[in-house]
């Protein structure tokens, strides 16, 4: 399953209570791979939940937003799951979107890119 474009992906997928497992950069950091567990998958009764990973590609800009104590919490796996919960995406433009938590009164992670596309990642 590959999906393609914000919209496409917003229509099929609620992010809301699904935590970011990783997130990483390559190709000078313009592209940016998000991990996500998806809560979902066991509300709607699956016996397990799924990775998905959102591609970011040619993106002109990431943006992150840590507070001191965030950063002095990372380390402790509560917290950390806690800080990449998503409680909501704002879809800013098919090319710029907004991920919020509940510890900022403002967003955490905002990407402005060129592509975008999510897929299920293969479990070995």
């Given amino acids: 399953m590959i999906i393609d474009g914000m919209s496409n992906i917003l229509n099929e997928f609620d992010f809301t209570d699904s935590i970011i497992v990783n997130l990483s950069t390559s190709d000078y950091s313009t592209k940016l791979s998000m991990t ?36 002095h919490n990372l380390d402790k796996s ?7 919960t998503i409680v909501k995406i704002d879809k800013i433009s098919e090319t710029e979107v907004a991920f919020y938590n509940n510890f900022n009164s403002t967003y955490f992670l905002k990407v402005k890119f060129a592509t975008v596309k999510i897929y299920e990642k293969s479990v070995v």
Avoid: A, M, P
Wanted: charged share 25%.
């Fill in 36 to 71: 996500i567990d998806y809560y979902w998958d066991i509300q709607l009764g699956h016996s397990s939940t799924r990775l998905l990973v959102l591609e970011f590609d040619k993106c002109y800009k990431i943006e992150t937003v840590f507070t001191d104590e965030i950063l």
């Fill in 78 to 84: 509560g917290y950390r799951n806690s800080f990449f």
